[in-house]
C-alpha cells in the first residue's frame, strides 16, 4: 500500500519561509499528478497547490506567487516551498494523489504565529 509521509512544518513567524516535504512510498512518481492540502483549524481540508504529470502547476488564489510545488522524481518526493508565510497559512499540511487519493498521511503542522 502507497504511504505518504509529511514532514517539514513548525511554528514561524510572518513572513517567514518553510520547505515541506514529502515522502511517497510508490516505485515511481512519473505519470502522476502529486498535490498538497491543508487543514486549518476548525476548518475543512483545502486545496493548495498540484504539480501535474507534465509539469505544470497551479495554486489555491491565496497561495499563488508565495508558494511553489515540485517533485524529485529519483527520491520520490514532493515538496512544497512556503515563502512570506501568513498567520492564515496555519494548518496541518498534507500531500497525496490529485486523482485517486491515497490514504491521508499524519500531515505536518504548520504554525505562522508572531
Known amino acids: 500500500q502507497v504511504q505518504l509521509v509529511e514532514s517539514g512544518g513548525g511554528v514561524v513567524q510572518p513572513g517567514d519561509s518553510l520547505r515541506l516535504v514529502c515522502k511517497v512510498s510508490?516505485?515511481?512518481?512519473?505519470?502522476?499528478?502529486m498535490a498538497w492540502y491543508r487543514q486549518p483549524p476548525g476548518k475543512q481540508r483545502e486545496f493548495v497547490a498540484v504539480?501535474?504529470?507534465?509539469?505544470?502547476?497551479n495554486y489555491a488564489t491565496s497561495v499563488k506567487g508565495r508558494f511553489t510545488i515540485s517533485k524529485d522524481y529519483p527520491q520520490k518526493e514532493v515538496y512544497l516551498l512556503m515563502m512570506n508565510l501568513k498567520p492564515e497559512d496555519t494548518a496541518v499540511y498534507y500531500c497525496?494523489?490529485?486523482?485517486?487519493?491515497?490514504?491521508w498521511g499524519q500531515g505536518t503542522q504548520v504554525t505562522v504565529s508572531s
Open positions: 497525496n494523489f490529485f486523482n485517486n487519493p491515497r490514504p
Open positions: 504539480h501535474n504529470s507534465g509539469g505544470d502547476t
Open positions: 510508490i516505485k515511481s512518481l512519473s505519470g502522476y499528478a
